[in-house]
């Protein structure tokens, strides 16, 4: 174990907080600021372990560097808590051990704790991860669903539904040879250059698993308001496109691991969406639609038809349609 | 993205709008109420939704949601048949993904897996072989559900499974047949359905022949129509001219996928390995002669329901559903006295909550969006049911 550990963990995330390997990392107060700490946890089971794009570690680091962000925090330190499935291939631990190293690096945040368990075959599938954040919030900042009003301009930094169907399409059950590539990426430095543009913005969340359609109804109800959003603004990449229209699913639900919405103040919008756009990972930022009054807790979506519709919550996944 | 978009042209739409409303003008309406065109298919339902169509017509049509949506009218007690093989010790047992949620009498495929059966999703009967091919220890089993659009498919499987003298792999066959139940539909005296928007996926697999009888006994339109919205715009338009023509016959405006007398290569597929059964349960419609097919006893083996001496489960639907009313298209989802009360996406009672083709899922996630503009939420308010569309 302590081979698994020294060989594989901190060589890969090396570091002055977990070389110590001291029963908990140890930090200095001066790496926070003064506006408050962000602090989140999420676990990560996914099949396949690696994908187009990514794999479980990188997921794992953007998943809880994001949810970090998205709150206007600065990342500082991610634990790693991993659970192995007994024969689990040390080169594939190895490989992604290093993608969550780079993945932190890229965030700009250390790995600086974690603990590693060995299950027998069965008791787990390949591997299992948790990984929890703590961040600095500067003064002053204070996002929130709860401060959305009437009139604000909602945007998406990218195309929708990249991990979604990247990782069903790498499942190989469909047959379908596509270039899809998972868009999972550290949102940070695109949440810190939409907020230095639009400093207004009132409430930015990742759109992972559920969707834009799952934030756009979390904004709705959380703010007593209605997301309007025109169909024919939604980015789609072709690739996204014709998988959803084989299996009949909808981009709106397909899940995002690099993309957020924003619910930015009308005057601030344009400012948002042209520092954004020369961004990697912001070069489709675009509007989709405006916060109205009515109807309170809906999200209504214009069809480029002319049509309207509501766009509801998911129950479960979604289940393609037999024909 | 090529051969849709060119279906889906606002600018074209509005053109053929246009021609609805000059053709409307022009012919008879029926007294005290809308003009009900059914669409036969579930595909088409979920069109019709996805796409707002029932706000861009004239209020004075209205599209009556049909009982073409394969797993809306499957039976509770097939369910439980699907439940009883994937509890059987070493079975895999392999469906489509969308008919994992309907709830039977002992809960969901879905619920079964949770307590620990080996049911998979699969995207098309040849997965369900390749796993048999893998897993020469497990028996596998195939839910072969669906109507003449699935059958080929399954029908091949089956050949090539028999071909190879693959002795694992075995099929539920719970195909249905369109024609009969549209003969049960039109035979109730009660039916107010003024022209139909015909299958497009079935047609291309059994033609346009067997739909002669609704213009010629039943003297109503009938036209075969694509999955674009303006193919089913097109299509209501065709409807419409031959009411206004005082015509009916069957048309073909999905001419571009469906030949007139189908794929004789799948029917020979379906014959070879299909025959009658005597009578099929539908969900909410009950028990339809000839109305479905099953295994031929020349492939015994490889039917599922001998292979494991199945019996039968017969189990009513709850009482409180009235999905037969909704089917039939008399009464529109939301007035259902369970709709978006104890039957809802989250908890379905009756299937048409479950697939995202049937009428009622649809009308609850795609559903009104405000009073003002939609008869739909209307009509809600008018039954008292709240604000239903948010479970």
């Known amino acids: 174990m302590r081979d698994l550990i020294d060989g594989i963990f901190l060589a890969a995330f090396g570091n002055a907080g977990i070389a110590a390997l001291e029963d908990q990392a140890r930090l200095p107060l001066a790496d926070f600021g003064g506006g408050g700490l962000a602090f989140t946890t999420d676990s990560f089971v996914i099949d396949p372990v690696f994908f187009p794009g990514g794999d479980i570690g990188r997921l794992a680091v953007c998943g809880t560097v994001n949810d970090l962000v998205v709150g206007g925090a600065r990342p500082v330190a991610l634990s790693c808590s991993v659970i192995l499935e007994e ?46 954040g703590i961040g600095s919030i500067p003064q002053g900042r204070e996002l929130a669903a709860t401060r959305i009003r009437p009139g604000d301009a909602l945007i998406v930094n990218s195309t929708l539904g990249l991990h979604g169907a990247a990782v069903m399409a790498a499942r190989g059950d469909l047959g379908l040879a596509t270039a899809l590539e998972s868009d999972c990426r550290p949102l940070g430095a695109l949440v810190e250059a939409l907020l230095d543009a639009a400093p207004g913005t009132h ?88 916060v109205t009054g009515a109807p309170a807790g809906r999200v209504v979506m214009t069809s480029f038809f002319g049509g309207e519709r509501l766009v509801d919550m998911l129950e479960g996944d979604q289940l393609p349609r037999i024909c | 993205m090529k051969y849709a978009d060119e279906f889906r042209d606002p600018a074209l739409a509005k053109k053929v709008l246009a021609r609805i409303d000059e053709t409307l003008a022009r012919m008879p309406m029926p007294e005290g109420r809308p003009l009900h065109v059914m669409e036969v298919c579930g595909g088409h339902t979920h069109s019709i939704f996805r796409y707002g169509l029932q706000k861009l017509v004239p209020d004075s049509i209205e599209f ?11 039976p509770m007690g097939r369910v439980d048949d699907c439940v009883t093989l994937a509890e059987h010790p070493g079975v895999i047992f392999t469906t489509f993904g969308d008919a994992m949620r309907v709830p039977g009498s002992r809960g969901s495929l879905l619920d079964a897996k949770a307590r620990g059966a080996d049911v998979r999703m699969v995207y098309s009967p040849l997965d369900a072989l390749e796993l048999a091919r893998g897993n020469p220890d497990r028996e596998v089993v195939f839910f072969a559900l669906g109507f003449e659009t699935t059958m080929p498919s399954t029908a ?67 036209v075969v129509a694509g999955f674009e919205p303006l193919d089913l715009l097109q299509s209501l338009w065709m409807v419409l001219a031959q009411l206004a023509g005082g015509r009916a016959a069957v048309e073909n405006q999905y001419a571009r996928v469906v030949p007139e007398d189908g794929n004789p290569a799948a029917l020979r597929a379906i014959a070879e390995v299909y025959e009658d059964r005597e009578s099929c349960d539908w969900r909410g419609l009950g028990a339809i002669d000839r109305s479905g097919v099953r ?16 019996v039968p489960a017969d189990v009513a639907d709850p009482e409180i559903c009235q999905c037969g009313e909704v089917v039939r298209g008399r009464l529109k989802p939301f007035q259902c006295r369970a709709f978006g009360r104890e039957c809802t996406p989250a908890t379905p009672l009756g299937a048409l909550m479950v697939s995202s083709e049937g009428a009622c899922a649809a009308y609850h996630q795609y559903g009104a969006t405000d009073g003002a503009t939609d008869r739909g939420a209307s009509d809600r308010s008018a039954t008292d049911r709240g604000a239903p569309a948010r479970g």
């Open chain 2, 64 to 74: 009556v949601h049909g009982p073409g949506c394969p797993v809306c009218v499957l």
């Open chain 1, 87 to 132: 024969g689990l291939p040390l080169a594939d631990l190895r490989r992604i051990a290093a993608s969550m190293a780079a993945a932190a690096a890229e965030a700009g945040c250390r790995i600086v704790t974690g603990d590693t368990k060995v299950v027998p075959r069965g008791a787990a599938d390949r591997i299992f991860v948790n990984t929890a």
């Open chain 1, 203 to 290: 409430a930015i969340r990742d759109a992972t698993r559920g969707g834009v359609a799952t934030v756009l109804n979390e904004f709705a109800d959380a703010a007593g308001v209605c997301c309007r959003i025109d169909e024919d603004r939604l980015p789609l990449t072709e690739a996204v496109r014709g998988l959803s229209e084989i299996l009949g699913l909808d981009p709106l639900y397909l899940a995002n691991e690099g993309l957020f919405v924003a619910a930015v103040p009308e005057p601030e919008a344009e400012a948002a969406l042209a520092v954004l756009r020369p961004l990697p990972g912001g070069a489709a930022a675009c509007r989709i639609g405006t």
């Open chain 2, 156 to 222: 091949l499987t089956l050949l090539q499974a028999a071909d190879e003298g693959i002795g694992n792999f075995s099929m539920l066959c719970q195909h249905i047949t369109i024609i009969p139940t549209l003969k049960a539909l039109l035979s109730d005296p009660h039916c107010l359905i003024d022209g139909f928007i015909g299958p497009g996926h079935v047609s291309m697999v059994i033609g346009n022949a067997g739909y002669r009888f609704i213009p010629e006994r039943h003297g109503k339109p009938f």
């Open chain 2, 295 to 310: 295994i031929r006893a020349a492939y015994a083996d490889l039917d599922a329901e001998r292979r494991f001496g199945l």
